[in-house]
């Protein structure tokens, strides 16, 4: 993304992808870069949720375009990424935020289920930074948000699925970082603990443990940071939990 004046990147009038933006964090997430006067491309399985957010993202101001798509098809994730790049001309800001979550013992959980996780968590995270790099070349910068969990850093009884594929988002993304960062684009992972919404895996909920805001603004954190700098990994966790 191209500076301002004071070397920080100029939100206003890019383009921001936010999977998994029907509810929750992607919900807070896609009002907070509308906020900032990005065009904003939704992404869901749920066409009703995706079309309530980008009413609200228009009310606040931007553009918005939802697009229904399940990330476990390519043909999807191609639709999406040409969707993104066609209606606004290009693609500045990814946010891989869609994530499922299945929790049983490892001699209980499905072969199905396990699929389910590496295919939404860490594949389709692979398929569109693979689809949107180029396009950030050709603007001379962007920025990737993967959205991990501190399951991704710490042992979870009871989720050894689950957390293994956000420990592989960890590395995938602590990799690609080395491989674009000299191509002025920024890849950051946020590694939250148990968030106020109904995926919270511990089923805590209330106004003392993060909110899907709190996740919000570091995205926009990482997104708008000074040219010079980076930070490649945030990890939030309530003050008073």
Not at 6 to 28: E, F, H, S, W
Not at 67 to 79: A, F, G, K
Not at 197 to 211: A, C, H, M, P, Y
Request: proline share 4%; net charge positive; hydrophobic share 40%.
């Amino acid at each position: 993304m191209s500076p301002d004046e004071n070397g920080a990147p100029t939100l206003a009038g890019k383009t921001a992808v936010v999977t998994g933006a029907g509810r929750g964090i992607g919900r807070a997430i896609a009002h907070t870069v509308a906020r900032s006067s990005m065009n904003v491309v939704l992404a869901s399985r749920s066409a009703g949720e995706l079309k309530t957010v980008a009413g609200e993202c228009r009310a606040i101001g931007a553009e918005a375009v939802a697009v229904t798509c399940d990330l476990t098809r390519p043909e999807d994730i191609n639709r999406l990424i040409t969707t993104g790049s066609t209606t606004f001309g290009g693609i500045d800001l990814l946010v891989n935020n869609a994530g499922i979550g299945y929790f049983a013992p490892v001699e209980v959980m499905s072969l199905e289920q396990f699929d389910a996780m590496w295919s939404v968590n860490l594949r389709a995270v692979f398929l569109l930074c693979k689809g949107v790099i180029p396009l950030m070349e050709r603007r001379k910068g962007g920025t990737i948000v993967n959205i991990g969990s501190l399951a991704g850093k710490n042992s979870l009884k009871g989720g050894a699925g689950y957390a293994a594929t956000k420990w592989a988002l960890r590395g995938f993304s602590a990799s690609l970082m080395l491989e674009v960062r000299d191509r002025n684009i920024r890849v950051v992972t946020i590694f939250p603990g148990s968030v106020d919404t109904s995926f919270s895996i511990r089923n805590k909920r209330g106004s003392r443990i993060t909110q899907p805001e709190d996740v919000a603004e570091a995205v926009l954190f990482a997104a708008s940071m000074h040219g010079r700098a980076m930070t490649s990994e945030i990890d939030i966790r309530p003050t008073r939990p």
